[in-house]
């Protein structure tokens, strides 16, 4: 019953360093989307995807890169990190009007 | 402006008392209309889902829709200390997967025992 599993939950990354936030379903869900969350600002769309192959560019998206080589992987890079991407990161998998977010990644850059 | 507007509170009340919070947007695209509840240090996740204006009830909350002004609301009756965390407001135009789904910032919402 894991639903939506994101790794890690903390990271301190330094300015420049690149990291890569891991996130899995196990719902066979084809749409999948990563959000960053910050104070104010509500969830904003980074990235999103329709199914294996296949991705686009959501609200944020500068910054960041991602894949989806199976149904059940997400990974969400940051190239190059920057004190702006201080934030949390939610990784979220839908079917219809349902999304099932994941526990959240607390990223914070120096 | 943003396409969905929500109060940030943050939002005391006492042990019993009906909430409501709220949400205004400018898109009249919006067909479908959902509310998640975050609590601290996790994901949010679902509580009511609407698609039509009116009220739809589930146990204490109430989930209000009116197109015409372009404004939603959540009641909560009898509410409870277990109900304090953050509310957020969401909204889309179509049920298909692929429609963007637009958040409002949240609510914090604190229910004094």
């Known amino acids: 019953n894991a639903g939506v599993t994101q790794t890690p939950k903390f990271q301190v990354l330094k300015t420049g360093q690149s990291m890569t936030l891991q996130c899995a379903q196990d719902?066979?869900?084809?749409?999948m989307s990563w959000y960053r969350q910050d104070p104010g600002m509500g969830l904003r769309l980074i990235h999103y995807?329709?199914?294996?192959?296949?991705?686009d560019q959501g609200e944020v998206p500068n910054g960041y890169n991602v894949s989806r080589s199976t149904t059940e992987d997400f990974p969400l890079r940051l190239l190059s990190a920057a004190p702006s991407q201080t934030s949390v990161y939610f990784c979220?998998?839908?079917?219809?009007?349902?999304?099932?977010f994941g526990e959240g990644s607390w990223l914070t850059v120096v | 402006q943003k396409e969905v507007e929500q109060d940030p509170g943050p939002l005391s009340v006492p042990e019993g008392a009906i909430v409501s919070l709220n949400c205004t947007y400018s898109?009249?695209?919006?067909?479908?209309f959902m509310w998640y509840r975050q609590y601290s240090r996790k994901g949010p996740e679902l509580l009511m889902y609407?698609?039509?204006?009116g009220n739809k009830e589930d146990g204490r909350f109430t989930a209000q829709v009116d197109k015409s002004s372009k404004y939603i609301s959540l009641f909560i009756r009898d509410s409870q200390p277990s109900d304090s965390a953050t509310y957020l407001c969401?909204?889309?135009?179509?049920?298909?997967?692929?429609?963007?789904?637009?958040f409002g910032s949240g609510t914090r919402l604190s229910i004094r025992p």
């Open positions: 979220a998998s839908s079917y219809s009007n349902r999304v099932y």
């Open positions: 719902m066979n869900h084809e749409y």
């Open positions: 995807s329709v199914g294996a192959g296949i991705t």
């Open positions: 898109n009249s695209a919006f067909q479908y």
């Open positions: 609407t698609y039509s204006s």
């Open positions: 969401a909204m889309k135009v179509s049920d298909s997967s692929a429609s963007k789904i637009i």
